[in-house]
């Protein structure tokens, strides 16, 4: 819609004048951050709705069309509210706000939104183009003065040219790879030998090419025992900028970032002073304007330029609570200082913790997206010392679809001192309570938090991989017996033997105490149950048996999740069958049928929260039967295919 003759600044103010109605926005990306972005905009006098709950899905980067998805979304969503105000000139009142979805960063959407005549919280377009390469945002850093760990400015496409580098350039392993485009963990990959080649790196590309459409890759230095910290910043038109308190996000699996602090423990005052001056000599050559977030590698005394992003980071309720202040009225203030005042930063003794919590397996490291059954309701805890709040905004009934980043909740703890964010952080977490089809990574979370590491500060960002080991099975109050025991209150009387993860048990029903229950329900046609039982210390504790598969439960004991099957009468002739390890989308089935297969190569390859999971068997065999076709979409336990 255009309005010939008039400037976008007067229809604004007619806009206003005509009208009497608060502008509004439409809020894109995940709940987690989607909800307390709207409360603030609310509070800055904005009608604010969340995309999201629609219960419809943004398209992905990949999809078909997924502009075209977009676009329609945003003319729904403008042609409604002008219908609603019955005044045309009520699109100068719209805004889009991006969240933090994985199209927030993305110049094509800053540019339809710029294209249909909205407001928006997006910086410059051109600065969004230069933030969303990479390799193009590093190598403005090399004149500037400003280290990096990048090795080669040459793009990569394929395997076979990363192996001419190697053999060019002949650099050491370890050697870590990111993708030009990918900005999430998807987009690392850190080489360690050269069997790396063969059985791991093909499959990233592929992972590279459904994230993001394309492999364009580049190698940087690996750098060990160093700290990851992010650096969020504000820009303003004219050349004013305040950088934030700073977060160390060096607690990470495999790149996810899992528990983050701030202010950071342990940084030497000169690095952090040097990292604020490349801050500013980036916003100074960049001419951004708004919030975002740089990346930085320290190793002592050095700090090295990893990137950034052009967008809210997915905890800034982290540092905007430090620094006493509202990300979004930041952002408001970057595009009109006049009407959105913001006052400087002070410092503060507020120190905070934030912590993920994912829908894993922590320790197979696998997504598992799935039903929620039961949640535990309490958001805010209020100790003598501190408060901890849980931004958790799925419910129970909700199914958490495996397009889903992965998120389903964030920890934020805060109070004047790091151990005691700690402690407070670990009392929610163990009375945060979600079961049903999906694991989250609560218990791995538990026990990274209670590592005396940890609570000293003293980690890296290798530290999950390299130094920190957690428990496999459960204590002595809760054994794998236990979870049998439970399952046979089921009233499953055919079942005539069990096994709990890949241990054979036999049930003592009579072990079971409950103190309330056993509550039975059903879900998909099979029965589940729950309750609170008496541990052998004397100790309650609430239990789930949830339905996943036929003859198959996920079971909750206190932290624990254990997989538990019930086993018919051995039959000899019987079929062996491979079972899906997550719930998900078929990627690729890589062998026919009568095939035979080496042992661990993989087989089939799933897509779940945004990665592969490819499957293999521990011995040689052939794929007698297939029961699914790419595209299907398979839940967590359900039949594959049957084995010969």
């Known amino acids: 819609m255009s309005f010939p003759g008039r400037s976008p600044r007067l229809l604004q103010r007619l806009a206003y004048k005509n009208t009497d109605l608060p502008p509004k926005v439409l809020i894109l990306g995940p709940l987690v951050g989607a909800d307390l972005i709207a409360e603030q905009l609310e509070k800055e006098g904005f009608e604010s709705f969340v995309y999201e709950r629609t219960g419809k899905p943004l398209p992905l ?39 933090i979805s994985h199209w927030a960063d993305r110049p094509e959407l800053a540019q339809l939104v ?3 005549g909205f407001n928006s919280f997006f910086p410059p377009i051109k600065v969004m183009n230069l933030f969303s390469n990479r390799i193009n945002l590093l190598s403005h850093a090399e004149p500037l003065g400003i ?9 990569i496409y394929s395997v076979r040219e990363f192996e001419r580098f190697i053999r ?16 999430d963990r998807s987009g690392i990959f850190v080489l360690h030998q050269n069997q790396d080649f063969e059985n791991k790196i093909t499959l990233w590309f592929e992972q590279l090419r459904l994230s993001v459409g394309e492999v364009m890759v580049f190698p940087e230095k690996y750098l060990e025992e160093s700290r990851h910290l992010i650096v969020p910043f504000a820009r303003f038109k004219n050349g004013s900028f305040q950088v934030f308190p700073k977060i160390d996000s060096s ?23 040097k990292i604020n001056s490349m801050t500013e000599k980036l916003l100074d050559f960049t001419k951004y304007v708004g919030v975002g977030y740089f990346e930085f590698l320290v190793d002592s005394t050095r700090a090295f330029f990893l990137g950034g992003q052009a967008c809210l980071n997915t905890g800034f309720h982290l540092w905007e609570k430090i620094s006493e202040t509202k990300a979004i009225t930041w952002q408001l203030a970057a595009f009109d200082e006049k009407k959105y005042f913001v006052n400087p930063i002070q410092k503060t003794k507020l120190s905070g913790v934030s912590i993920r919590i994912l829908a894993e397996d922590s320790i197979l490291q696998l997504p598992h997206p799935g039903f929620v059954h039961e949640l535990s309701e309490k958001r805010e805890w209020k100790f003598k010392d501190g408060e901890t709040e ?8 909700d199914t958490i679809d495996f397009r889903n980043n992965g998120i389903l909740g964030i920890l934020f703890a805060f109070s004047d001192h790091f151990s005691k964010n700690i402690f407070n952080a670990l009392n ?22 209670s590592h005396p590491w940890v609570k000293e500060g003293i980690f890296h960002t290798g530290f999950i991989e390299e130094d920190f080991i957690p428990e496999m099975r459960p204590t002595q109050e809760i054994t794998h017996r236990l979870f049998g025991s439970l399952c046979t209150y089921l009233q499953t009387q055919e079942i005539t033997n069990w096994s709990v993860g890949e241990e054979w048990v036999r049930p003592e029903p009579k072990e079971i105490i409950w103190n309330e229950g056993p509550n039975h329900f059903i879900h998909m046609g099979s029965i589940g149950l729950s309750g609170t039982i008496k541990l052998i210390n004397a100790e309650t504790s609430r239990v789930c048996c949830f339905p996943i598969a036929t003859r198959r439960w996920l079971v909750r004991i206190g932290p624990w999740v254990m997989l538990v099957k019930g086993h018919l009468p051995t039959q000899n002739n019987s079929p062996k069958h491979l079972l899906a390890l997550t719930t998900g989308r078929v990627h690729a089935i ?11 190569e993989p087989i089939v390859i799933l897509e779940s929260l945004h990665l592969l999971v490819s499957h293999a068997l521990p011995i040689g065999a052939k794929i007698k039967k297939w029961k699914i076709k790419a595209e299907d979409i398979v839940q967590m336990g359900q039949i594959l295919g049957e084995i010969e």
């Open 390 to 397: 849980l931004h958790l905004p799925i419910k129970s009934g």
């Open 251 to 273: 607690l990470q699996s495999k790149y996810s970032k899992l528990i983050e602090f701030c202010p950071p423990l342990g940084i030497d005052p000169n690095v952090d002073e």
């Open 168 to 183: 060019k350039w002949k650099y050491n392993y370890p050697i870590v790879l990111k993708s030009a485009k990918c900005q």
């Open 147 to 155: 280290p990096h760990l990048v090795l080669s400015f040459d793009p």
């Open 61 to 99: 980067l990949t999809d078909p069309n997924a502009l075209e998805i977009l676009k329609k979304i945003l003319i729904d969503f403008r042609d409604k509210e002008i219908e609603t105000a019955q005044d045309p000139l009520f699109l100068n009142s719209l805004w889009i706000h991006p969240g």
């Open 114 to 116: 710029q294209r249909l």
């Open 590 to 600: 890589l062998f026919r049928e009568n095939v035979e297969i080496k042992p661990h």
């Open 428 to 449: 929610s977490l163990n009375e945060t309570w979600i079961t049903g089809s999906l694991q989250t990574n609560a218990r791995f979370l538990s026990e990274l938090l």
